[in-house]
């Protein structure tokens, strides 16, 4: 239905970017979770098509420093159901982040979270 080399995977999770980057059409490595919805949100504002729910576990945003996304990179197949699920997804992130901001993690329970992160992509990417 999709091919993987024409997706694009926006995230701030490197081990995501490691593992997928060489078999998808291009990678936007960001700082933030925040900085990775709003990237999802322009492309998907562009036409991009969402191939992965921005809010795709049970982790609340200000749990979890991670976050990878996968967009079909074709323009102009975007769709308003996609914008309202990312801008809705961009609200919630606001909301959990006033009550209390992401903490910083040791490397240890970081590399967990990236793990959590990273198997959500990896459930979706045989599927396309």
């Keep these: 239905m999709f091919e993987l080399g024409k997706c694009i995977l926006v995230t701030n999770n490197d081990r995501a970017a490691g593992k997928w980057g ?7 490595m960001m700082d933030t979770y925040e ?6 949100r322009d492309l998907i504002h562009t ?3 969402l191939l992965t729910h921005p809010q795709a576990s049970s982790l609340k945003p200000n749990q979890t420093p991670y976050r990878t ?5 074709v323009q102009g197949s975007g769709e308003a159901e996609d914008v309202c699920l990312i801008e809705n997804a961009l609200e919630t992130y606001e909301k959990w982040n006033s009550i209390k901001k992401i903490p910083e993690y040791d490397e240890k329970t970081a590399y967990d979270y990236k793990t959590i992160d990273l198997s959500m ?3 979706v990417i045989p599927r396309l």
Excluded: M, Q
């Design 35 to 40: 900085e990775v919805l709003k990237k999802a």
């Design 121 to 123: 992509i990896e459930n």
């Design 47 to 49: 036409g991009h098509k």
């Design 69 to 73: 996304i996968l967009l079909y990179g």
């Design 22 to 28: 060489d078999s998808v059409n291009h990678v936007f």
